[in-house]
C-alpha cells in the first residue's frame, strides 16, 4: 500500500453539500434563507407570547381586574339604557330591566357571579369573584354597589332614561 493511490483516487473523498443535492452548489441558496427566516420569525414570535404570559401580572382568584369591571359595568348601563322599565328586586340583590319587548332582563348574584337571565332563561356571566350586589334607584340614577371576594368595594351610577322621560 502506498500513499499514491489513497490520493489518485478522488471518488474516495466525498464533499458534504449544504445545499440541496441535485443543484450541485455550495452554499444557502434564497429558498434556504426564506425557510430559515420563517422558522426564526415563527419562534421569536411564539417567545414573545409567551413571556407576555408569565411575566404579565396576574390577577388573583380573589379579584377581578379592572377592565372586567368596566366591561361589566357597560354591560348592565346598555340594558337599562334600552328598557322601558328599571326596578330592583330582593332588598336591592338583583336589578331588572324590562326592555321594549316585554321582556325582564334580571341581573343578579349566583354563586359568587353575577349572571345576567332573559325572562329567567339562560345563564350568562356577567362579573365573577364578588360576595355581594346592592342596586338602588333614586332620581332616575341607578346606583349599583358590589364587595369583590377580596373585600373590596366597588361603586358606580349610572342614569336610567326611562325614569328621565326618554324611554
Same mark, same amino acid.
Given at each position: 500500500?502506498?500513499?499514491?493511490? /489513497?490520493?489518485?483516487?478522488?471518488?474516495?473523498?466525498?464533499?458534504?453539500?449544504?445545499?440541496?443535492?441535485?443543484?450541485? =452548489?455550495?452554499?444557502?441558496?434564497? &429558498?434556504?434563507? *426564506?425557510?430559515? *427566516?420563517?422558522?426564526?420569525?415563527?419562534?421569536?414570535?411564539?417567545?414573545?407570547? !409567551?413571556?407576555?404570559?408569565?411575566?404579565?401580572?396576574? =390577577?388573583?382568584? $380573589?379579584?377581578?381586574? =379592572?377592565?372586567?369591571?368596566?366591561?361589566?359595568?357597560?354591560?348592565?348601563?346598555?340594558?337599562?339604557?334600552?328598557?322601558?322599565?328599571?326596578?330592583?328586586?330582593?332588598?336591592?340583590?338583583?336589578?331588572?330591566?324590562?326592555? *321594549?319587548?316585554?321582556?325582564?332582563?334580571?341581573?343578579?348574584?349566583?354563586?359568587?357571579?353575577?349572571?345576567?337571565?332573559?325572562?329567567?332563561?339562560?345563564?350568562?356571566?356577567?362579573? $365573577?369573584?364578588?360576595?355581594?350586589?346592592?342596586?338602588? !334607584?333614586?332620581?332616575?340614577?341607578?346606583?349599583?354597589?358590589?364587595?369583590?371576594? $377580596?373585600?373590596?368595594? /366597588?361603586?358606580?351610577?349610572?342614569?336610567? /332614561?326611562?325614569? &328621565?322621560?326618554?324611554?
Amino acid at each position: 500500500m502506498n500513499i499514491k493511490t /489513497y490520493v489518485s483516487k478522488p471518488q474516495l473523498i466525498k464533499k458534504n453539500h449544504i445545499a440541496s443535492a441535485s443543484c450541485r =452548489q455550495n452554499g444557502y441558496t434564497l &429558498l434556504n434563507v *426564506l425557510f430559515s *427566516l420563517s422558522v426564526f420569525l415563527l419562534i421569536s414570535g411564539s417567545l414573545a407570547a !409567551i413571556f407576555h404570559l408569565f411575566l404579565s401580572r396576574q =390577577q388573583e382568584h $380573589d379579584g377581578f381586574t =379592572q377592565q372586567e369591571w368596566m366591561i361589566s359595568i357597560e354591560q348592565m348601563m346598555n340594558e337599562c339604557k334600552e328598557s322601558q322599565a328599571v326596578k330592583t328586586a330582593e332588598d336591592g340583590s338583583v336589578l331588572i330591566c324590562t326592555n *321594549l319587548s316585554g321582556q325582564d332582563i334580571r341581573f343578579d348574584i349566583y354563586h359568587s357571579m353575577i349572571r345576567k337571565r332573559v325572562d329567567g332563561k339562560g345563564h350568562v356571566p356577567i362579573l $365573577d369573584h364578588i360576595t355581594a350586589m346592592k342596586a338602588d !334607584i333614586e332620581n332616575g340614577v341607578v346606583l349599583l354597589k358590589i364587595e369583590s371576594e $377580596d373585600q373590596k368595594v /366597588y361603586q358606580t351610577a349610572f342614569p336610567v /332614561y326611562s325614569y &328621565l322621560g326618554g324611554g
